[in-house]
T-cell receptor
Framework: DADVTQTPRNRITKTGKRIMLECSQTKGHDRMYWYRQDPGLGLRLIYYSFDVKDINKGEISDGYSVSRQAQAKFSLSLESAIPNQTALYFC?????????????FGPGTRLTVL | RKEVEQDPGPFNVPEGATVAFNCTYSNSASQSFFWYRQDCRKEPKLLMSVYSSGNEDGRFTAQLNRASQYISLLIRDSKLSDSATYLCVVNGEGTGFQKLVFGTGTRLLVSP
């Protein structure tokens, strides 16, 4: 079984709709992240969370919100989706960020906003 | 200037060839460096961390040049299965949490 799972894997929605992307992990990591990936732009950090009570904005948080329901669950919401939010979204986890530590990524959610 | 810059490629090489990628970073205070591998439409996975003294893992060798602010990845005896996009990753600026900054990737295509 995958250590980091994301649902849904693919989603097509319309402008203005509310969308929630979910992430669950069984690695026991405290830290969780949401990234989006666009062609030619690399991965960009949307939000990150160090524990259930610690949520922080990343570099591109406008238009997004998150919820850390439990240590193992971190959800990303688009309150009113717009076409330029069409992207590949990844959830990631890590035990800590230090030299030699890695982030583990989920399989991604491909979101299309029409 | 981008925080992390990579040649997007693609690098087209035959099986058995040696290929090298470079990556430059702008933050001289960066302490952590990584190469991730990403297959088409899949999630990135850590290939190797990059240490100051350089490090080798099988056919893969990573080097760090702090003076010139670049890291490199050398792949020897390329295999078809090495075809992927290789992401250069560097920790960014700021106090406390050091966010990772991802390059846009270098695409490698290994042909028979």
């Amino acid at each position: 079984d995958a250590d980091v799972t994301q649902t849904p894997r693919n989603r097509i929605t319309k402008t203005g709709k509310r969308i929630m992307l979910e992430c669950s992990q069984t690695k026991g990591h405290d830290r969780m992240y949401w990234y989006r990936q666009d062609p030619g732009l690399g991965l960009r950090l949307i939000y990150y969370s160090f524990d259930v009570k610690d949520i922080n904005k990343g570099e591109i948080s406008d238009g997004y919100s998150v919820s850390r329901q439990a240590q193992a669950k971190f959800s990303l919401s688009l309150e009113s989706a717009i076409p330029n939010q069409t992207a590949l979204y990844f959830c990631a986890t890590s035990a800590r960020l230090a030299v030699g530590d890695e982030q583990f990524f989920g399989p991604g959610t491909r979101l299309t906003v029409l | 200037r981008k925080e992390v810059e990579q040649d997007p490629g693609p690098f087209n090489v035959p099986e058995g060839a040696t290929v090298a990628f470079n990556c430059t970073y702008s933050n001289s205070a960066s302490q952590s460096f990584f190469w991730y591998r990403q297959d088409c439409r899949k999630e990135p996975k850590l290939l190797m961390s990059v240490y100051s003294s350089g490090n080798e893992d099988g056919r893969f060798t990573a080097q760090l040049n702090r003076a010139s602010q670049y890291i490199s990845l050398l792949i020897r005896d390329s295999k078809l299965s090495d075809s992927a996009t290789y992401l250069c990753v560097v920790n960014g600026e700021g106090t406390g949490f050091q966010k990772l900054v991802f390059g846009t990737g270098t695409r490698l295509l290994v042909s028979p």
